[in-house]
């Protein structure tokens, strides 16, 4: 499962790029962060390290 960054509380600070251990975290509009869902590994480590709890489960 994939997780995705609400751009609405991502405050890009890119936190989350630095531990993601697949390099699936890339700069997104506005400096803010964005995830490429055909790397990520689904780990949670993004989500555990946001300091806005911005990064959660893609369900879809």
């Known amino acids: 499962m ?3 960054i ?6 890009g600070c890119h936190t989350c790029m630095g531990v993601c251990p697949a390099m699936a ?3 997104g509009e506005g400096g803010k962060c964005k ?3 055909t790397k990520c590994m689904g780990c ?4 555990a390290v ?7 489960p ?3």
């Open 2 to 4: 994939a997780y995705k």
């Open 6 to 11: 609400d751009s609405n509380k991502c405050i």
């Open 25 to 27: 975290i890339v700069d």
């Open 35 to 37: 995830i490429d869902k």
């Open 44 to 47: 949670g480590t993004c989500a």
């Open 50 to 56: 946001c300091p806005v709890n911005a990064i959660e």
């Open 58 to 60: 893609d369900l879809q």
